[in-house]
């Protein structure tokens, strides 16, 4: 039984579904929330050829909330890329994201027409997702985000070094005040040595927040990454 709260979607506007997007939220939220928090920024965060697909976290005990219940994705042990990753926590929802995945392949959709991306936490685990888990998808974006500085992401690529590796973009606001600047750069560069091919953009004076044009910048990326076949 999957462990995996609500999930909401935009459907595809056009005749034919050709692909899909996974986006997922940072702690404490929901689908629904990013749902509405994407369409405030962009009110045509739709595509005719793609279904959007927001899952909602499992409710679970959270760290750095004092062991309180929370919707996260897996639990960490700091809000710090210095600390070590909880990787039983990970490996739980390791599971539930390749499911949801599968799914899309039982409808029709293979993995290298799946984009993957998140805020903050979200951002994260898609992250571990496009270069753990599922290195054939069509790209992986992170908005707001970072990873420890011993990941397992890091590690498996390492292992894996010459494959072929989904592009990523990765956006940060220069005034986050929850997750520092300069750890997602580290994260991006650190992606980057081990052959991450991408591009980071920075969102002046922005806070631990989506925005307008970052929102923007992801549509026309997907768009791209996933075009009408």
Same mark, same amino acid.
């Given at each position: ?64 909330? $004092?062991?309180?219940?929370?919707? /996260?994705? &897996?639990?960490? =042990?700091?809000? @710090? ?5 909880? +990787? ?84 940060? $606001?220069?005034?986050?005040?929850? /997750?520092? &600047?300069?750890? =997602?750069?580290? @994260? ?5 040595? +081990? ?35």
């Amino acid at each position: 039984m999957s462990r995996l709260g609500a999930l909401h979607l935009t459907h595809h506007t056009g005749a034919k579904h050709s692909g899909t997007v996974i986006f997922f939220h940072g702690s404490g939220s929901s689908g629904a929330d990013m749902k509405e928090w994407v369409r405030l920024m962009v009110s045509n965060f739709s595509f005719p050829h793609l279904k959007v697909l927001f899952p909602t976290a499992p409710l679970q005990p959270y760290t750095p909330m $004092g062991g309180q219940m929370s919707n /996260v994705w &897996f639990d960490r =042990a700091g809000i @710090s890329p210095s600390v070590p990753e909880q +990787l039983e926590s990970i490996a739980k929802i390791e599971v539930e994201v390749k499911d949801l995945i599968k799914k899309e392949n039982d409808a029709g959709i293979p993995t290298n027409r799946i984009i993957v991306g998140g805020f903050s936490m979200g951002g994260a685990l898609a992250l571990h997702t496009g270069y753990r888990w599922e290195k054939n998808v069509a790209g992986v974006f992170a908005f707001s985000s970072f990873l420890n500085h011993n990941s397992a992401v890091y590690h498996e690529l390492k292992q894996s070094a010459g494959g072929q590796l989904p592009p990523l973009l990765q956006i940060h $606001g220069n005034k986050d005040d929850l /997750v520092d &600047f300069e750890w =997602a750069k580290q @994260s991006f560069n650190s992606l980057k040595e +081990l052959g991450v091919q991408g591009e980071f953009h920075v969102m002046e004076l922005l806070g631990h927040s989506i925005n307008r044009r970052g929102t923007k910048l992801i549509k026309e990326w997907i768009d791209k990454h996933l075009p009408e076949i």
